[in-house]
């Protein structure tokens, strides 16, 4: 049997999340998220949401077709690609003037872009992509890491890679440090359409579906006319990586309806991909409302 303030507690969770925004700058924020992924912070798991706050320590996972975009409070940004495993850590007494700390990219691709009015700011920050850890004076790079190997790519300023004991250096845009799993690491040329292929697997692009702080459009997902009702379809959507929230409504006959929704959609469009995308991941008939 389910506690009885449940819901309640719920409800105030979403509450909590709504108004984070008038808090101390987090060192970074979820910018937009296009489902299924989860955010794991200590022994709990909640699917990522367009505007949550990471803590250090905090380790995100991505599914299949998924993106998710984080803004970290200096101005830089990091996007993560479907099937990734990435690890936040930081230090910063100050995130919003300086980063410092450690960006780890356990699983799957990822790509790192300064802002371009912030690139005078102070940072000590390394990458890991597998086995690679990256020293950073760049403002682009695009890497990966797989049962393949590791794959990093320079995509416009200056970094170095430390790997096997062995530090190589990418000065030159458009070049890319490949490191085969089980054979010598190589520095190549980037071809543009190359570099496109990668780039998308990391990008959100306009009909992804992506959902972000400010977006008017909703899912609906389901409804329930029992708090009982409600709450097995929150687990149910949320543990597929979604973020839904439950929504009371009075009912006409007495007693309350209950509406679980996806926000965030910046057009009937976007909702739409989003709902097609959760009826696959749960059997669900989800429909878009604004």
């Known amino acids: 049997m389910r506690p009885p303030n449940r819901l309640v507690a719920v409800l105030a969770a979403f509450v909590m999340l709504s108004s984070m925004a008038a808090c101390a700058a987090a060192p970074a924020i979820v910018e937009a998220v296009q489902a299924p992924a989860w955010l794991e912070r200590g022994a709990r798991t909640l699917p990522l949401a367009a505007g949550m706050e990471l803590q250090s320590g905090d380790v995100l996972r991505t599914g299949q077709g998924a993106r998710v975009y984080l803004m970290l409070a200096e101005g830089s940004r990091v996007k993560l690609g479907e099937a990734a495993r990435f690890t936040f ?3 910063s007494l100050q995130p919003q003037r300086s980063f410092r700390g450690a960006l780890d990219i356990l699983e799957g691709a990822f790509r790192f872009t300064t802002g371009k009015l912030k690139r005078a700011l102070p940072r000590d920050v390394a990458i890991r ?3 690679a850890t990256i020293g950073i004076r760049g403002t682009d790079l695009w ?5 393949a190997g590791e794959l990093v790519a320079l995509i416009e300023g200056r970094i170095e890679i430390s790997r096997a004991g062995e530090v190589t250096a990418l000065t030159r845009s458009m070049t890319y440090f490949d490191a085969p799993r089980g054979q010598a690491s190589a520095v190549k040329t980037l071809d543009p359409e190359a570099f496109r292929k990668l780039a998308r697997q ?4 306009a009909g992804d579906g992506a959902a972000r702080a400010k977006g008017k459009w909703r899912v609906l997902a389901a409804t329930a006319t029992s708090e009982e009702g409600a709450l097995e379809l929150y687990d149910q959507i949320r543990e597929a990586g979604f973020a839904a929230r ?3 409504r ?3 006959a007495g007693g309350w309806n209950y509406e679980l ?8 469009g976007e909702a739409g991909v989003a709902a097609a ?3 696959a991941a749960t059997g669900l008939k989800p429909s878009v409302v604004r």
């Open 129 to 131: 992509v597998g086995t």
């Open 250 to 252: 009075a009912a006409q």
């Open 246 to 248: 439950v929504r009371p």
């Open 261 to 268: 929704l996806l926000g965030g959609f910046s057009s009937a």
């Open 89 to 91: 850590h930081t230090r």
């Open 202 to 205: 990391t990008e959100i692009e």
């Open 143 to 147: 890497g990966r890491t797989d049962s």
């Open 277 to 279: 995308r959760l009826k």
